[in-house]
């Protein structure tokens, strides 16, 4: 039975990915921290749609996550055909202000993660008949964002990674994509830290988990590069590109920086 594996599964839109896939009739493998909250979307799916999911609880930020993931995996099934590579969170403030530590935990979930788990899955991915890896970025991947500054890079890095690894894998049966949601209903500025005046911002062009999920997840199996869900957010990043860096760079702190204390 074709498999998906799914980091960042417990909850918004990696919850979401895996209702989606559930519905397509994917087997589930499903990984976060939460033992509870991923057993219990587990458990809703097997019943919901009649498939076979399974969790690892597991800290995707700690040094050897991606090994011990990859080795379950392979004790779960042959059949790995895509790894949605989802796991991954923001850090909002200044630069200097923010600690060092907090940071590179950051960095190591949002880049090195999904590089690992990809070099480490590649093999297995590689034996099926077709295959998809799908990175989510952001929409900050377009542009610098001042005070999300190594949030925005770390997802840059995502989207050069993956369009660079798509080329390498031309001729292979491995298709790669990198999703780019833009504001999307989800946990994301709690855990950022972000003002509530900033989410209530967010909040007006937000998508649902649900929206971005079933849009990303009909473009990587069409086989489409980069995914940009939703018209406003697609316009927006096509306009970036035309803009002078400074002018972005200059309009994005504009939004954020307003609502540091």
């Not at 990696?14 to 033992?35: N, P, Q, W």
């Not at 967010?202 to 990303?216: C, F, I, L, R, Y």
């Not at 316009?235 to 939004?255: C, D, Y």
Request: contains cysteine.
């Amino acid at each position: 039975m074709p498999t998906a594996l799914i980091t960042g599964a417990s909850r918004g839109i990696g919850r979401a990915f895996a209702t989606e896939l559930a519905r397509r009739r994917y087997d589930l493998l499903l990984v976060a921290r939460s033992a509870d909250q991923l057993e219990l979307v587990a458990t809703e799916l097997r019943t919901q749609h009649g498939i076979s999911a399974h969790s690892l609880a597991c800290d995707l930020a700690e040094q050897g996550a991606a090994q011990r993931v990859a080795d379950w995996v392979r004790t779960q099934t042959p059949e790995l055909t895509i790894l949605v590579n989802n796991a991954g969170y923001g850090l909002w403030g200044r630069f200097e202000e923010l600690t060092l530590v907090e940071q590179q935990n950051m960095l190591q979930l949002n880049m090195h993660l999904p590089v690992a788990l990809t070099h480490l899955l590649l093999p297995t991915l590689r034996q099926q008949p077709k295959a998809y890896i799908l990175n989510v970025a952001s929409t900050a991947a377009y542009q610098a964002v001042p005070t999300l500054t190594l949030y925005a890079a770390s997802k840059s890095f995502l989207l050069s990674f993956s369009r660079g690894l798509r080329y390498e894998l031309r001729d292979s049966v491995v298709s790669v994509s990198c999703l780019s949601p833009g504001a999307t209903t989800t946990d994301f500025a709690d855990r950022a830290g972000m003002s509530a005046g900033l989410q209530e911002t967010a909040n007006k062009v937000s998508m649902t988990p649900a929206q971005v999920a079933q849009a990303g997840i009909a473009a990587l199996l069409a086989g489409e590069a980069e995914i940009i869900p939703g018209a406003l957010n697609k316009i927006s990043s096509k306009l970036t590109g035309l803009v002078p860096k400074a002018l972005t760079e200059k309009i994005a702190a504009g939004i954020y920086e307003k609502y540091l204390k």
